[in-house]
């Protein structure tokens, strides 16, 4: 059974519209990795799928649920990674966290917390205020959620932006284990570069409509099916 299945989903902000009847499956321990143009779509069809944005139509189920009419218990199954990391800048990296397991209503000791940073190599900014992170710094910080509370599905927005060499070469490490483990990964990227570590399958956002190689004539992109 798929974790997730997009049907015929249609989106439009005013008279422009940006998502077309969108279908798409995604199974569990795979990746999905959107491509296309600045405007295409790619951050609107991220927000749909993380039920911070409802489409105008359409079907979305995750994980057994109807994402559409039951958001809170998707919401559940997810995490979403995008260019806004969702952090308390006056918190520290141990309080963020502490504060999104309450949320989830997960429990998890300090040496498990620290733990999480040790393996997204922040823990020697244990107790400075993220407010004070680089955008580098923050974007490996929301990912040490997955690690405390892995979801069964990942969305990620540009996820090697603002990240050097080694730290696009970390979170390729850390996506592959999730992946192996169980995972599912949707996420919007240009960095075609980045991702070639990663097994993933391509899928093309143009005219509004998910293509398995860009109708437009775009160079096709070089991936590994998953």
């Given at each position: 059974m798929a974790l997730l299945k997009?049907?015929?989903?249609?989106?439009?902000?005013?008279?422009?519209v940006v998502l077309r009847g969108v279908d798409l499956t995604v199974e569990s321990g795979s990746c999905v990795?959107?491509?296309?143009?600045?405007?295409?779509?790619k951050s609107t069809l991220l927000s749909v799928l993380s039920t911070r944005l409802r489409p105008r139509s359409g079907r979305y189920q995750l994980s057994g649920f109807d994402a559409l009419s039951?958001?809170?218990?998707?919401?559940?199954?997810?995490?979403?990674?995008?260019?806004?990391?969702?952090?308390?800048?006056h918190l520290n990296p141990i309080e963020n966290l502490r504060f999104f397991l309450d949320l989830r209503g997960v429990s998890r000791s300090e040496d498990r917390l620290h733990e999480a940073l040790e393996a997204v190599g922040l823990a020697?900014?244990?107790?400075?205020?993220?407010?004070?992170?680089?955008?580098?710094?923050?974007?490996?910080?929301?990912?040490?959620?997955?690690i405390l509370a892995p979801p069964a599905l990942l969305l990620l927005d540009e996820p090697h932006s603002a990240l050097d060499r080694q730290g696009a070469e970390w979170l390729?490490?850390?996506?592959?284990?999730?992946?192996?483990?169980g995972g599912a990964v949707v996420m919007a990227s240009h960095d075609v570069a980045r991702l070639a570590p990663l097994t993933y399958r391509v899928a093309w956002l143009y005219g509004g409509k998910l293509w398995e190689n860009p109708p437009d004539g775009t160079q096709k992109v070089e991936a590994t099916t998953a």
């Open positions: 997009l049907r015929g989903v249609v989106h439009r902000f005013g008279r422009q990795a959107l491509f296309g143009g600045n405007g295409t779509g039951d958001g809170e218990s998707a919401r559940g199954k997810l995490i979403f990674v995008g260019h806004h990391t969702h952090l308390y800048g020697r900014f244990a107790q400075r205020p993220a407010g004070g992170f680089s955008a580098g710094m923050r974007k490996r910080l929301a990912l040490a959620r997955t390729n490490g850390m996506l592959g284990a999730y992946i192996e483990q």
